[in-house]
């Protein structure tokens, strides 16, 4: 490899990659196996020649066709007047070869297929047979070939691949092919595959290892054994896990039943409106995997990622997730994060190896560029309005009502100029263009041309439009930074102050961009009272990250701030709306991670509400707030507000009358959550998480057999 100017590969991905080259490089030559001591012909092509040995097989009705050839552009009237329908001639010559290859060798061997019903032999061999067993002299063909050893056929050896039949009464004995049968072992009938070739004993010592009897030999690998018997395995503990059914009303699943669980379907992670209602916050004991009230259950503390099942003193650990290489990430991203809480397996599938089907390509424009665009246009908007996209945070708070885009009208045009610089497509006629520029601005591509000819002006409508509207809605709020780096001076990362389950501190860097971020801004008899409580101050003087701890006061902050991520979506379809944010605040990390990302890059700063912002068949700001602070934000225009974390978080180590701050409670639960995945892909846990909605679109189910459990196969 040195000569070759290549490095030895020290890792798996590297090792991937060069023999991905070798392959792409590598030219071989294809060419068939040919032997002059053997010869595979049709009856027909073997006319003439002499052997030694000659096995006639493949000679029944389907195999050696005794139909008549049709002639082209004649039918059966014209080719009985032109003397051209020989019906008979291919049985006559299918004789003539048959006679001929019975006699062309010393030894002759042939299959009679007369005992299948599905396909018995050919006309010239059903005749031949016929014959001899009308005279008499059949039986005098029973003899076994002198090539087949005793040990072949003779029933005292279980593994032969031959035994003899008497087909009919007063015959002799056939030999006849043993593929695979059906013994009585102990009492019990199991299938037994015949042979004494390499393959059949390899698949004798398969089907004894799965059916659990002895059989003599050695595994080719105890990998393939441990992922024929994973799917048993999982699916034995996917039985036993609790679910709410077996429960009493008020029960619920303790914290320690995360021990015993393969999947999280089980529990309640993305909650409806009306399930959110009902919290376990002043639970006994806490955290929680949600309690069971009456016919419906309430929302789990996320207990992901799942531990994996270890088996005592076995070597299958390793093979079924619980022990594996360890996995080092210099930085983590929220995306990265998010995917080994939903199935480490999955993400280490795809990150790692690399493995996976391609995504198939549809012909309408992708979501994800969809959502980009939508993207841009927020970044904009905010561009006019002064705030740098990617670029420190504005020392200047102003509403976006207040600043340089303070109409609908001055915001719409930074959009509709966006638009037409970056996205030449929309004024295409096809398809996609069409329908995505009635999407997206509510007019079609006729009229987005006479607008970029200057023809026409535009007003405010369709998705963009709506988006406009809501921004300029939030008046008590300040855009400060839009897709803002989380990362520190000097380093393209920050790192997370996070703590493990047992309070022991577990850092990690964490690296991405915020889509947007809010400053507060308090109405003057509100921010003198806030500042008089000592929840804010005017000082400049350099503060340090304010504390997550519930032990420790929060301390007066200098600034208040909304984490906002936009999510583009269909719909929402009625009653759905908020989900796509409630999804946000109890199934992923994001918005709690990069809170706390905020709070250490910008010392003083607190945050005090984190949302989701819909941007669908209308916009909604959805944004989750700090409880504490009720009564100076329920009043403002900073989005449509909820209290998802009121009644449901609390810190490790309170007890059933918690005084800690609820949404500072859930930021530092989301970063445990974290921290967690980081150590299972420290610790080479990669476990698989069947789910119900992931497995059914997850790219590498076809090579984990764990997907089958929940259905994630079809």
Known sequence: MHNCNLEVATSGIEFTEFLELIASKSKLETSRTTNQNLILATPEDAHGLQADLIILAGCDVDSWSMKAPKTPWIDSEARIKLGLHNTDLPIRRGRHHLRHLLNAAKTVVIFDTTADEGCGPSAPLAEWLGDLRLEGTITKYSEIPPFIAETEYLQKY????????????????????????????????????????????????????????????????????????????????????????????????????????????????????????????????????????????????????????????????????????????????????????????????????????????????????????????EGAILESHGVEIGGPAMSKSISLAKGPVATQAKAWEAVLGYLSENVPWLARSDAVAVHRTRDLLGISTSTWNQYLDGSISLPLSGRLGRLVAADLALEDVAPIACEWFCKAKDSDSVIIDASDDSSKKKLFKLAGRIDRVDEVILPPHLRTKAIQSGLLCDGKEDMKPLSLDFDKPCGPAKRWIIIRDLKSLEGPKPGEAGDRHRRAIFDEIQLGVYARAWEILNPGDRVVGVGVSEVGEDTIHYVDIDSDLRDYLVELSIGEIFENCQIHHRNLGEGDSPKSSAFRAWMSERIRTSARAVTAAETGMVNPTPSDKNCKYCLVKSSCPVASIVGGDD
Not at 226 to 236: L, N, R
Not at 279 to 295: D, M
Not at 360 to 377: F, K, P, W
């Open 158 to 377: 279980p593994n032969r691949a031959w035994h003899l039949v008497s087909r009919q009464s007063g015959e002799e004995m056939w030999l006849t092919p043993r593929p695979y049968s059906m013994v009585i072992d102990s009492g019990i009938a199991r299938g037994q595959r015949s042979g004494n070739r390499g393959r059949d004993s390899k698949q004798r010592l398969g089907l004894a290892i799965v059916g659990g009897w002895d059989e003599q030999g050695t595994p080719a690998h105890l990998g393939t054994i441990a992922v024929a018997h994973e799917e048993k395995i999982q699916a034995d503990r996917f039985a036993r896990q609790p679910i709410f059914s077996n429960l009493e009303d008020g029960e619920t699943i303790a914290w320690k039943d995360r021990k015993v669980m393969l999947s999280s379907d089980a529990i309640l992670l993305r909650p409806t409106k009306n399930l959110v209602k009902t919290g376990g916050r002043t639970e006994a004991e806490w955290p929680t995997l949600g309690f069971k009230t009456g016919r419906s259950k309430t929302p789990a503390i996320d207990p992901r990622p799942l531990p994996p099942a270890e088996i005592k003193k076995s070597d299958i650990n390793q093979y079924i997730g619980a022990k594996t290489t360890k996995i080092e990430v210099e930085k983590w991203s929220a995306s990265r994060l998010q995917a080994w809480i939903k199935c480490p397996r999955e993400a280490w599938m795809k990150s790692h190896l690399r493995a996976g089907v391609e995504e198939a390509q549809s012909e309408d424009l992708d979501n994800r560029i969809r959502g980009t665009i939508i993207h841009d246009c």
